[in-house]
Nanobody, 125 residues
Framework: HVQLVESGGGSVQTGGSLKLSCVVSGDKWNNYCLSWFRQRPGKEREGVAAIARDGTSTYAGSVKGRFTISKDNAKNTLYLHMNSLQPEDTAMYYC????????????????????WGQGTQVTVS
């Protein structure tokens, strides 16, 4: 079982930056695909970034070049650095650990054991 606790959300002006953190605990947490999803108002949840066990990071087209996903194995923490934030980035952001994840076009798919954090709100105005 894996537990995830996000922090770092808040309100920021257009063009600003935020860093989200997610403390991950549980057995063999680093064996999972770690990712960030978001749910914008009135829209379905969407994957924005994922990082594989070997550290390879991948992104949705809408955030590529602006967001950076990273992890600190020593601190059991996943990060999402968000720059050049736009109002359309306003959403609840979730940290997710999943057995397997892959991109199909611009859609991040997940399968297997899946664990979600409680979410942290990001508001850009």
């Amino acid at each position: 079982h894996v537990q995830l606790v996000e922090s770092g959300g808040g309100s920021v002006q257009t063009g600003g930056s935020l860093k989200l953190s997610c403390v991950v605990s549980g057995d063999k947490w680093n064996n999972y695909c770690l990712s960030w999803f978001r749910q914008r108002p009135g829209k379905e949840r969407e994957g924005v970034a994922a990082i594989a066990r070997d550290g390879t990071s991948t992104y949705a087209g809408s955030v590529k070049g602006r967001f950076t996903i990273s992890k600190d194995n020593a601190k059991n923490t996943l990060y999402l650095h968000m720059n050049s934030l736009q109002p359309e980035d306003t959403a609840m952001y979730y940290c997710v650990a999943v057995s397997a994840c892959w991109w199909y076009g611009d859609q991040l798919n997940i399968r297997g054991y899946t664990y979600w954090g409680q979410g942290t709100q990001v508001t850009v105005s």
